[in-house]
């Protein structure tokens, strides 16, 4: 069974810096892609980063040039770093990652989610 831990949440004023990590273990053979998404307070969740095995890095808009996701093959763990947070960041920030295990099935797995607010 492959699992997936996140950790780094927390409470950081507008204009400070956060890093979350995400790591899976478990019995995974390939992994095709991993990212994170968030989901505001009323809001449809929403990819902010991902990162494809030997593919580009995927932004969106509203994220690009303050965070940078990155990734330790070694330790099949994902991180985003998140600078200059502003309060609209607020949300649930969740791992996803898609991967094959050793039987050959491919699972698309999420994190339990972890808080980020930005607030003064």
């Known amino acids: 069974q492959v699992q997936l831990v996140e950790s780094g949440g927390g409470l950081v004023q507008p204009g400070g810096s956060l890093r979350l990590s995400c790591a899976a273990s478990?019995?995974?053979?390939?992994?095709?892609?991993m990212g994170w998404y968030r989901q505001a307070p009323g809001k449809q969740r929403e990819l902010v980063a991902t990162?494809?095995?030997?593919?580009?890095?995927n932004y969106v808009d509203s994220v690009k040039g303050r965070f940078t996701i990155s990734r330790d093959n070694a330790k099949n763990t994902v991180y985003l770093q998140m600078n200059s947070l502003k309060p609209e960041d607020t949300a649930i920030y969740y791992c996803?990652?898609?991967?094959?295990?050793?039987?050959?099935?491919?699972?698309?797995?999420w994190g339990q989610g972890t808080q980020v607010t930005v607030s003064s």
């Open positions: 996803n990652l898609k991967a094959y295990n050793i039987r050959a099935t491919a699972l698309d797995l």
């Open positions: 478990g019995n995974i053979f390939a992994i095709n892609d």
């Open positions: 990162m494809p095995t030997g593919g580009s890095t």
